[in-house]
């Protein structure tokens, strides 16, 4: 494997640092059961408002269902598909729009469910994986094939696998691979007080 640690302005956390949402799958490795568990797992005990846990996550591992992993591979965007089929597992990750426990709207849900998502990211990383969460999906073409009942929200797919070595990924990808990651200043999302206020230290 090789890395891509975040640059950040002050030391971070190492985990936090080290995952990226890379392109280049081994498709050759399947993704240990033991290792999966772990991931679903760290996803149940994420953060939620009430406690609700509003997410549902669809696990399509090709070594253990080929037809469902096909399925969600269907579901991408063409762009995602050219890579995401070295990917040995995707899973689609699906919020509820409603509390269980009083049927009320739950403006929190896709907020929780993305908190759920990253939990199993970072604890993929932890364990030696890659992981790439997707925007670029049919939502619709989604709830048809997976019967995603109604007052549930397709939100992110997530290709879930083991990095190829770095003389392994193909030259297509290598500028994007391998290109230093990059992100705004601070400043321009992160506020003191009001909206738009800089760290009066800086």
Known sequence: MFEKKAQSTVPINDLLARRWS?????????VEAEKLTSCIEAARWSMSCYGAQPWNF???????????????????????IAWAQNAPVLILAVAAEHFAHNGEPNRWAQYDTGS???SLCLQATDLGL?????????????????????????????????QTAREDVPEERREREFAPRRRNPGAEHFF???????????
Request: aromatic share 8%; proline share 5%; with cysteine.
């Open 22 to 30: 890379g392109v280049s799958y081994d498709p050759g490795r399947p």
């Open 58 to 80: 669809i696990i399509c591992d090709r070594s253990r269902d080929e037809a469902a992993w096909n399925t969600a591979l269907e579901c991408l965007a063409e762009g995602n």
């Open 116 to 118: 759920a998502g990253i």
């Open 130 to 162: 890659m992981a790439h969460q997707m925007g670029g999906f049919d939502a619709h073409q989604s709830r048809q094939v997976f019967g995603i009942p109604e007052g549930h929200t397709p939100m992110a797919m997530i290709a879930i696998g083991y």
């Open 192 to 202: 003191f007080g009001k909206w738009g206020a800089g760290d009066n230290n800086d």
